[in-house]
């Protein structure tokens, strides 16, 4: 091959690289520009929030510091609405295959 084959070649490769690597840093910076934005949103929405008027209640309060008989009645409470929930979804379901079997 005669050396300004070479040339073109190396050329060529090195002007593609420069287009990817250049359509990288676009895509890159559309990004960041988006994130920024999405930041400047994040940090207006938490400005606006007053924690000096949110009631104590809606705090946190680590369970360590909550009496067990409560927890334990809170976790029998939540275990009982959850099986009253399956019990409902099964009537339905049940319900359902009633109705589909008698079309009549």
Do not use: C
């Not at 073109?8 to 250049?22: C, E, F, Q």
């Not at 409470?77 to 379901?93: C, F, S, T, V, Y």
Request: proline content about 3%; hydrophobic content about 50%.
């Amino acid at each position: 091959m005669p050396w300004w084959s070479w040339l073109l070649i190396w050329t060529g490769l090195a002007l593609t690289l420069l287009a990817v690597l250049s359509w990288f840093a676009i895509t890159l910076y559309r990004k960041s520009l988006g994130i920024l934005r999405a930041l400047a949103a994040l940090s207006d929405q938490v400005s606006a929030v007053d924690l000096d008027r949110v009631p104590d209640s809606v705090l946190f309060t680590p369970a360590v510091f909550a009496d067990s008989a409560v927890l334990f009645q809170n976790v029998e409470q939540r275990r009982g609405d959850r099986a009253h929930r399956r019990q409902l979804r099964r009537d339905a379901r049940i319900l359902r295959g009633k109705l589909i079997r008698k079309t009549r």
